[in-house]
């Protein structure tokens, strides 16, 4: 064997040594927790700014509608209803139970349906294009 074969063959060696030695080896598979998703988030902040400018214990006394999402005493007790919870008009007034509720509906529509669900938490008639527009031009 020639002396270029033979050094080629020690740099070979010297080389894997070095690599074993000196890289980590990381057999660990690292399962992290993602961010989830919320698909509803941005629809949730410009319904919102439409319904109370975001105000959590806003109240219209004409339609006797409560909190972030302005819920009336008709959709609450059929919410309740459907669900077999017991919330309160003033429960309504903790943002956490009012938006558990949208969910609900806006969830049985689908996510980035946003326009129908707007459009749904709304109501019915004319008046829904123009409850649209806002909504939209919040998003």
């Given at each position: 064997m020639?002396s ?12 894997l ?11 660990t598979?690292?399962?992290t ?35 972030y999402?302005?819920?009336r ?6 919410y ?7 919330y309160?008009?003033k ?8 938006e ?10 689908g996510p ?5 669900i ?12 123009l ?7 919040n998003l």
């Amino acid at each position: 064997m020639s002396s270029g074969i033979k050094r080629t063959i020690f740099l070979s060696l010297m080389f894997l040594i070095a690599y074993r030695v000196l890289a980590p080896v990381n057999r660990t598979l690292v399962i992290t927790e993602g961010t989830p998703v919320q698909p509803f988030s941005k629809l949730i902040q410009a319904i919102g700014m439409v319904e109370t400018k975001q105000d959590t214990f806003a109240y219209n006394p004409y339609e006797h509608a409560v909190g972030y999402f302005q819920i009336r005493p008709i959709r609450l007790n059929d919410y309740n209803s459907r669900t077999g919870h017991h919330y309160s008009m003033k429960d309504l007034y903790n943002y956490k139970i009012s938006e558990k509720i949208f969910l609900y509906y806006a969830s049985k529509i689908g996510p980035y349906r946003f326009e129908k669900i707007a459009k749904r938490w709304n109501g019915s008639g004319k008046q829904t294009a123009l409850y649209w527009k806002n909504v939209k031009s919040n998003l």
